[in-house]
């Protein structure tokens, strides 16, 4: 690093709220490396696929940066409770997370730059969609770490849809998508931290202008040749399929507000909350 920092580009948000889309978009630039949700990094990744279609354990990018940090990937999956995950993100906006778990990230961090600096040509800013705000926390405490946040945000309804469309709860998930965007709000704008917001129906829109919008505020320009494709990213995924999903979501579909899955009384309720 010599005296310069590395930037990371940081997704904050709600999940299915486009975040992959946004990512893949903006990892298409030559200065910038998508590698996935870094913070999903712990032991799951023995069962764990690499986009490049190789075991993450083998991948030619991964492998010897899972060698290096046994650290981070002897860690436990966390638990994906509510409580769990609340109390979690209130350690870490009281900076009582445990600072191993901080310093092991940020060799991780600065590992994979060096991979990345070594076979890439250019600056090479990380990009991590990984949402959270315990992580966006962290990571901001690591001095040789410039954290660029971008919020990304979909419009309720529909963000509510995609969760009720997978099985989950109706109440829990509104709770937890208003919850979670109103602490990161709150926190981002108490610490006075200057972030981009991305909507995602006006980024669905207008790609390239959200793109050029969005590169500005991390100090990019958007003349360059937008060559690189998802089949040269290594994003770590649980199975096979996700992969192919990855590549699926390499188009944009803006009308993409299937029928949506509410009951009779969550559709009253919806209209109640004038949604
Ligand atoms: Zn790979």
């Known amino acids: 690093m010599k005296g310069r920092k590395i930037k990371v580009i940081y997704i904050l948000g709600n999940s299915r709220s486009g975040s992959t889309i946004l990512s893949i978009y903006l990892g298409m630039h030559p200065d910038i490396s998508y590698l996935g949700e870094i913070k999903k990094m712990n032991d799951s990744y023995l069962n764990r696929y690499c986009s490049c279609g190789k075991k993450a354990e083998v991948c030619e990018f991964w492998g010897p940066i899972i060698q290096r940090n046994r650290g981070v990937f002897s860690r436990k999956e966390p638990s994906d409770a509510a409580w769990y995950r609340l109390i979690s993100t209130w350690k870490a906006i009281f900076k009582i997370s445990n600072s191993k778990i901080i310093s092991d990230d940020g060799r991780l961090i600065s590992d994979i730059h060096n991979v990345l600096s070594d076979t890439k040509q250019g600056e090479q800013i990380i990009l991590d969609s990984s949402k959270s705000l315990k992580r966006y926390v962290n990571l901001s405490q690591i001095s040789d770490i410039e954290v660029y946040p971008i919020l990304i945000e979909r419009d309720l309804r529909s963000n509510l849809a995609s969760f009720v469309k997978r099985g989950m709860g109706f109440i829990s998930s509104y709770l937890r998508i208003v ?6 709000t709150r926190y981002l704008s108490r610490h ?4 981009f917001r991305v909507r995602y129906e006006v980024f669905a829109t207008n790609p390239d202008k959200m793109r050029t919008q969005v590169l500005n505020f991390v100090g990019l320009g958007d003349d360059v040749h ?15 399929n996700t992969i192919e999903g990855f590549k699926k979501s390499q188009t944009i579909k803006i009308h993409n507000e299937q029928k949506d899955p509410f009951t009779k009384i969550q559709q009253r309720l919806l209209k109640l909350m004038g949604l």
């Open 192 to 195: 006075n931290i200057p972030y």
């Open 179 to 184: 919850v979670n965007l109103k602490m990161i």
């Open 226 to 240: 937008y060559e690189q494709t998802i089949d040269a990213f290594h994003l770590l995924s649980g199975s096979p």
